[in-house]
Nanobody, 121 residues
Framework: QVHLVESGGGLVQPGGSLTLSCAASGIMSGVFAMSWYRQVPGKQRELVALMRVIHGGSINYADSVKGRFTISRNNANKTLYLHMNNLKPEDTAVYYC?????????????WGQGTQVTVSS
């Protein structure tokens, strides 16, 4: 089991910055990737940024956030971050932390409860 708790959301003006945190606990040894997703009402949850924990730790970003958002991880405190700069109103969404876990037989996706980000003047 992996437990994820997001924090850091809030209201920010366009052009502002915000950093989201995702504190992870539980059995992390089988986690092979961690990601940030976002969702607005009436739309599907979309991938924002993905970091592979193995295979060189490669990172992918959605085209809409490239150059503005940065995903990072602190292994010591098992926390995933999403640093968001130059925020736009279209970044408004509930942001979710995700951990992909495998025990060699079963793949399980764990999710946090989400944190609201609102970009508005």
């Amino acid at each position: 089991q992996v437990h994820l708790v997001e924090s850091g959301g809030g209201l920010v003006q366009p052009g502002g910055s915000l950093t989201l945190s995702c504190a992870a606990s539980g059995i992390m040894s089988g986690v092979f990737a961690m990601s940030w997703y976002r969702q607005v009402p009436g739309k599907q949850r979309e991938l924002v940024a993905l970091m592979r924990v193995i295979h060189g730790g490669s990172i992918n970003y959605a085209d809409s956030v490239k150059g503005r958002f940065t995903i990072s991880r602190n292994n010591a405190n098992k926390t995933l971050y999403l640093h968001m700069n130059n925020l736009k109103p279209e970044d408004t969404a509930v942001y979710y932390c995700n951990a992909d876990h495998s025990d060699g037989l079963t793949h399980t996706a764990y999710w946090g409860q989400g944190t609201q980000v609102t970009v508005s003047s």
